[in-house]
């Protein structure tokens, strides 16, 4: 019976032994929990990013140290920051204890700004780069704004360009300090770049609009055309679109600026486009027309007197400047064109008729004026008129000899406009000394039109009296400026031994003319003739001389010697009314 239990029992346990082991073979194993795609990359991110920064911040302490160079660790740091795998922010506190002990040593050189600046990534994070910029600049050598000059005045114009750009960076430059690196801008041929900044300097403060504006005229006049067009697009562009602008006073600068430099077609676009109601462009496109006429610009004079024609408002001026356009186009040989505008121009109006053979005159057509002057009406205007065809035919003495035996009432009735032309008829054919009674009989009336030339040749004649070679050549040279003949003139003087004052006054004469034909390389050479005859610049005897040399040495880009020689003319005549204009013009070129 024991024994029976004994093996039912071993019989049951087997039993029960082989169904777990049945089921333990038939059960499926329990599958752990697969980790995600972005987990994994997550997880591999973060173990890198911790990496980057260990080593990251163990370099800032070797670089702290001086234990790495600065070649090897600005590597390491473009390499964890333009991968963008590590955010500046997270970098910005080592960097800044980084810096500051460089500083603190007196070891955060330019030249260590410069390399921070080449990463994008730190010029681009505007409160990391100013933190950079305050540890800088309370270690340097001087004071910025003096670093700043040190390095524009001192020739060193690429250093200041990078200087001004690595401020404007941080937000560190204010609208006069935004003047000055307009100016540097330009001096590296960037000019797009400057008027943009100069706009920005006008943005933050009105009251230096004046000085912008000065300081582009005189830098953009080094641009060739192409880059003076370009700029000044940039900036119309941005001048225009500032609150509260005065887009009356930006169209004249434009224009001015644009016929200043020859670049006509712009100038006639700007004043197109914005006549404005209360300051209307039709009279200046009619000025600019007939400017271009004289000058044998036809093709600008038809374009002119076109845009004009439709925005002058009176019909005697509409009137006026359609017969500008008439002989624009007659002189372009488009006949069709000329025919419209001569219809347009109704001739039969007075004023057109004589500003129109005026314009004649000035330009050489004698032979078409003379038929317009027959047609006039006797009178004064005609009586002149006859007068300045004998001058511009070249017989000034045949338009004295004219005018004494004249018996025309309009001379009569208009005694002083007589006694003028006749003193200038006297001057221009060589009876210099003769007139001077003529001039002391004329009374003076200072609101006549006439009262500034009676003036100026009285003061030529008193300033001349005692040297009759000089005077006899100051009448022709007054002749050759009238009708125009600049060419002439200058040849005329190119041959005299110019000395002394007389010298200087004839150049300056000259050289007003040609300047103010915008011949201003000319009008330089016609001053360099008193000066290489009486032992150059030092030697200078006249204030006046001294101002005009150092203005058109301005407006030629020499402003360097227009500095030295301003100067000169405030510490030798000080009190001189010269000397407030060299102020004036010394203030503009900085």
């Known amino acids: 019976m024991t024994n029976f239990i004994k093996i039912l029992l071993t019989i049951i346990i087997s039993a029960c032994l082989i169904t777990v082991a049945a089921q333990s073979r038939t059960r499926r194993p329990s599958q752990p929990q697969q980790p995600?795609?972005?987990?994994?990359?997550?997880?591999?991110?973060?173990?890198?990013?911790?990496?980057?920064?260990?080593?990251?911040?163990?370099?800032?302490?070797?670089?702290?140290?001086?234990?790495?160079?600065d070649e090897t660790f600005f590597n390491l740091l473009f390499s964890a920051t333009d991968s963008g795998r590590v955010p500046l922010d997270v970098l910005k506190d080592s960097?800044?204890?980084?810096?500051?002990?460089?500083?603190?040593?007196?070891?955060?050189?330019?030249?260590?700004?410069?390399?921070?600046?080449?990463?994008?990534?730190?010029?681009n994070h505007k409160p990391l780069w100013g933190g950079i910029i305050d540890i800088w600049s309370s270690a340097a050598e001087m004071p910025v704004h003096s670093l700043l000059a040190s390095n524009s005045e001192g020739g060193r114009i690429p250093i200041a360009d990078t200087l001004y750009r690595v401020l404007d960076?941080?937000?560190?430059?204010?609208?006069?300090?935004?003047?000055?690196?307009?100016?540097?801008?330009?001096?590296?041929?960037?000019?797009?770049?400057?008027?943009?900044?100069?706009?920005?300097?006008?943005?933050?403060?009105?009251?230096?609009?004046?000085?912008?504006?000065?300081?582009?005229?005189?830098?953009?006049?080094?641009a060739d055309s192409a880059d003076k067009v370009a700029a000044l697009a940039d900036f119309r562009r941005c001048a225009l679109a500032l609150p509260d602008v005065d887009t009356v006073y930006y169209r004249n600068w434009l224009a001015d600026f644009y016929s200043r430099h020859g670049l006509f077609d712009q100038e006639i676009a700007i004043l197109t486009e914005f006549n404005m109601v209360d300051s209307p462009s039709g009279r200046r496109l009619a000025d600019a027309a007939r400017t271009h006429f004289t000058r044998r610009r036809y093709r600008h004079?038809?374009?002119?007197?076109?845009?004009?024609?439709?925005?002058?408002?009176?019909?005697?001026?509409?009137?006026?400047?359609?017969?500008?356009?008439?002989?624009?186009?007659?002189?372009?040989?488009?006949?069709?064109?000329?025919?419209?505008?001569?219809?347009?121009?109704?001739?039969?109006?007075?004023?057109?008729?004589?500003?129109?053979?005026?314009?004649?005159?000035?330009?050489?057509?004698?032979?078409?004026?003379?038929?317009?002057?027959?047609?006039?009406?006797?009178?004064?205007?005609?009586?002149?008129?006859?007068?300045?065809?004998?001058?511009?035919?070249?017989?000034?003495?045949r338009a004295l000899n004219e005018?004494?035996?004249?018996?025309?009432?309009?001379?009569?009735?208009?005694?002083?406009?007589?006694?003028?032309?006749?003193?200038?008829?006297?001057?221009?054919?060589?009876?210099?000394?003769?007139?001077?009674?003529?001039?002391?009989?004329?009374?003076?009336?200072?609101t006549w039109h006439g009262a500034s030339e009676i003036l100026r040749y009285r003061y030529w004649l008193q300033k001349l009296e005692n040297d009759h070679v000089v005077t006899g050549l100051w009448g022709r040279l007054e002749y050759m400026i009238y009708t125009g003949d600049l060419t002439a003139a200058t040849e005329l003087l190119r041959g005299q031994r110019l000395t002394g004052e007389s010298g200087e006054m004839l150049v300056v004469r000259l050289s007003r003319a040609l300047s103010g034909a915008a011949r201003?390389?000319?009008?330089?050479?016609?001053?360099?003739?008193?000066?290489?005859?009486?032992?150059?610049?030092?030697?200078?005897q006249s204030p006046e001389y001294l101002y005009f040399m150092a203005d058109i040495l301005n407006e030629t880009g020499r402003r360097d010697e227009a500095r030295v020689i301003a100067n000169k003319l405030l510490k030798e005549f000080p009190l001189d009314i010269f000397a407030q204009k060299a102020r004036i013009l010394l203030a503009r070129m900085q």
Not at 176 to 181: A, E, F, K, N
Request: net charge neutral; proline share 2%; with cysteine.
């Open 520 to 540: 201003f390389a000319e009008a330089l050479e016609v001053l360099e003739l008193a000066g290489s005859s009486s032992g150059g610049i030092k030697s200078a």
């Open 169 to 222: 960076a941080a937000g560190r430059l204010e609208p006069h300090d935004l003047l000055r690196y307009g100016r540097v801008r330009c001096l590296r041929g960037d000019y797009r770049a400057a008027v943009r900044i100069y706009c920005r300097a006008i943005a933050g403060d009105r009251r230096i609009e004046h000085a912008a504006m000065t300081q582009m005229n005189q830098l953009l006049a080094d």
């Open 403 to 446: 005018i004494l035996s004249s018996a025309s009432a309009s001379w009569k009735i208009n005694n002083m406009d007589w006694m003028l032309w006749r003193a200038r008829c006297m001057i221009f054919s060589g009876q210099v000394y003769e007139v001077a009674p003529v001039l002391d009989s004329i009374r003076f009336v200072s």
């Open 36 to 69: 995600s795609p972005e987990s994994i990359a997550a997880a591999i991110a973060d173990s890198l990013l911790d990496a980057q920064l260990k080593n990251f911040r163990d370099a800032c302490q070797k670089f702290r140290t001086e234990k790495m160079g």
């Open 301 to 397: 004079a038809a374009n002119s007197a076109s845009a004009a024609h439709g925005r002058l408002e009176d019909a005697d001026q509409r009137s006026s400047i359609a017969f500008v356009a008439y002989q624009a186009y007659m002189m372009l040989g488009v006949r069709d064109s000329a025919l419209a505008w001569l219809r347009l121009s109704d001739v039969a109006t007075k004023d057109a008729r004589i500003q129109g053979i005026a314009l004649m005159q000035e330009t050489g057509h004698l032979e078409e004026a003379i038929v317009f002057i027959d047609s006039l009406a006797p009178s004064l205007p005609k009586d002149t008129l006859l007068t300045r065809q004998r001058l511009f035919s070249g017989e000034p003495a």
């Open 95 to 123: 960097l800044a204890a980084v810096f500051s002990s460089r500083a603190t040593r007196g070891r955060f050189s330019n030249e260590l700004l410069f390399q921070l600046f080449r990463v994008e990534q730190f010029a």
